[in-house]
């Protein structure tokens, strides 16, 4: 069983920045891919970035690229997103989650076995 404890959401100015973290559990966390999904009122969840266990692939919804940047600690069992120029269309609860698949990254949902409890990220205009 991974547990994972999102952290680091916030109120924040649009074109502001905040750094989400996720800290896992489990030792294995370096052999797991990890993902960063979020969920706003009205929408369905959607895919926002992905990171390969090595963290030498990454992925990005084309909403995000070029302004978020997912990362990972190993040593530190963590994951990170980074979110620059941030946008009131960006404002969701943001999910990170854990596959037992391959190396990845992966984009689906459905590929991811494990979720952390959600952090909100507000951003006003």
């Known amino acids: 069983q991974v547990q994972l404890v999102e952290s680091g959401g916030g109120l924040v100015q649009a074109g502001g920045s905040l750094r989400l973290s996720c800290a896992a559990s489990?030792?294995?966390?370096?052999?797991?891919?990890m993902g960063w999904f979020r969920h706003a009122p009205g929408k369905e969840r959607e895919f926002v970035a992905a990171i390969s266990s090595s963290g030498g692939r990454t992925n990005y919804a084309d909403s995000v690229k070029g302004r978020f940047t997912i990362s990972r600690d190993n040593a530190k069992n963590t994951v990170y997103l980074q979110m620059n120029s941030l946008k009131p269309d960006d404002t969701a609860v943001y999910y990170c989650a854990a596959t037992t698949l391959g190396s990845g990254p992966f984009y689906y949902s459905r590929h991811y076995d494990y979720w952390g409890q959600g952090t909100q990220v507000t951003v006003s205009s």
């Open positions: 489990q030792r294995t966390f370096s052999s797991r891919a």
